[in-house]
């Protein structure tokens, strides 16, 4: 009924995140534009914080159309509920790392390959976390040791927490 009055071609209302129907308010703006300035500055960790239903995960999708478009690379963790294994299988899908992904050594050295050449080349990667208040501690733990990815420049991975 209101697609038909509105002159809208697809449903506004629906549970999934959907960026083309997401009202920037001030606020929404303001968080985008840290997210993509903690990014681009090469800050390591970034937290996006917020009460269920406020757009967290609406941001995290018009984050990841930034990245689409400037052709960064990145890893989006969208299910919480994993352990330490399927977290870096994940990243290595992901992140298309030609590694056997079962094996956290070989896919924490072909992660370290990747970095050292997109910063060689001037570009970052992103590894995006949604609901990251439902991580186990250990899973939360080996996100940490990831930080330790850096140079003198800066850090080699930023890490986006959301929850």
């Known amino acids: 009924m209101y697609n038909a009055f509105f002159g809208f071609s697809e449903s506004p209302f629906n549970l999934s995140p959907a960026p083309a129907f997401f009202y920037r308010s001030v606020q929404h703006e303001e968080a985008l534009a840290n997210l993509i300035y903690g990014v681009q500055s090469r800050k390591g960790f970034i937290v996006l914080t ?3 239903g406020t757009g967290k995960t609406t941001m995290l999708e018009c984050l990841r159309d930034y990245l689409y478009a400037h ?3 990145f890893a989006f963790l969208f299910n919480s509920r994993i352990k330490p294994e399927e977290m870096y299988e994940m ?3 992901d992140l298309d790392l030609r590694c056997d992904r079962t094996s956290k ?3 924490i050295y072909a992660l370290n ?3 050292i050449q997109q910063v060689s080349e001037g570009r970052t990667t992103v590894l995006i976390v949604d609901e990251s208040h439902n991580l186990d501690w ?3 733990e080996e996100i940490r040791m990831l930080g330790n990815f850096e140079n ?3 850090k080699l991975l930023q890490v986006i927490l959301a929850g």
Do not use: F, K, N, P
């Open 105 to 107: 050594t070989e896919v």
């Open 152 to 154: 003198r420049g800066g």
């Open 91 to 93: 990243i290595a899908y």
């Open 113 to 115: 390959e990747l970095l």
């Open 71 to 73: 052709r960064i690379e």
């Open 138 to 140: 250990e899973v939360l």
């Open 50 to 52: 917020g009460e269920v």
